[in-house]
């Protein structure tokens, strides 16, 4: 298995553009996750999902969206990229285990806005 | 809405000292999760505790949950430099919407 893979690892995006940072989990796990990391703030949820066809808003949701088509993938779109959302970005996804909904992470994409 | 304050920030400590991160909500918690990041790294799940007073132990890591259900703490005794990282609670009211807190960055000095 190889868990959660997001690409790209690494992009710069010019302030307007759009772009979708793409996750895939293989471990046919109902949940996933969008989360950004900035210095000093966290984790702060953005978009989440429990199954195929639902999504729901996290802390974060404005400047972003998602859809859910399968149950592997769990894309990201930034419509109108601002500085503002330089961040570093997690995917995650959640099984359960023992009745415990732990989270595998993916390894980040690290997103700047010129 | 749900939030879940983390303090320390920061924490310093000489290698064999002891090391203690707090998590405190506004909401009673369904649940409460913690996780340890490496520096340039991906947060890794360390353990979930559900029940009210509940304390869990994984070496020389201790979690407890507080009686109301609003707190939580993580405890490391003697630390060591492989307990460097940034340690984050993630708690739930209820639903699937884990909301993490702002993580405490642990630094150990050899």
């Known amino acids: 298995n190889a868990g959660v893979t997001q690409t790209p690892k690494f992009q710069v995006l010019k302030t307007g553009q759009s772009m979708t940072l793409q996750c895939a989990q293989d471990?046919?796990?109902?949940?996933m996750s969008w989360y950004r990391q900035d210095p000093g703030m966290g984790l702060r949820l953005i978009h989440y999902s429990v199954g195929a066809g639902i999504t729901d808003q996290g802390e974060v949701p404005n400047g972003y969206n998602v859809s859910r088509s399968t149950t592997e993938d769990f894309p990201l779109r930034l419509l109108s990229a601002a500085p503002s959302q330089t961040s570093v970005y997690f995917c995650?996804?959640?099984?359960?285990?023992?009745?415990?909904?732990?989270?595998?992470f993916g390894q980040g994409t690290r997103l700047t806005v010129v | 809405g749900q939030q879940v304050m983390q303090i320390p920030q920061y924490q310093h400590v000489q290698e064999g000292e002891d090391f203690t991160t707090y998590c405190n909500s506004s909401?009673?918690?369904?649940?409460i999760q913690w996780y340890k990041q490496r520096p340039g790294g991906h947060p890794v799940f360390l353990i979930q505790l559900v029940k009210s007073g509940e304390v869990k132990k994984q070496k020389r890591l201790t979690f407890q949950f507080g009686e109301a259900k609003k707190n939580s703490s993580l405890h490391i005794t003697a630390t060591q430099t492989t307990d460097v990282g940034t340690y984050f609670c993630a708690a739930t009211s209820g639903t699937y919407k884990y909301i993490f807190g702002t993580g405490t960055r642990l630094k150990v000095l050899a």
């Open positions: 909401t009673t918690l369904s649940n």
């Open positions: 471990m046919n796990h109902e949940y």
């Open positions: 995650a996804s959640r099984s359960r285990d023992r009745g415990q909904l732990v989270a595998f």
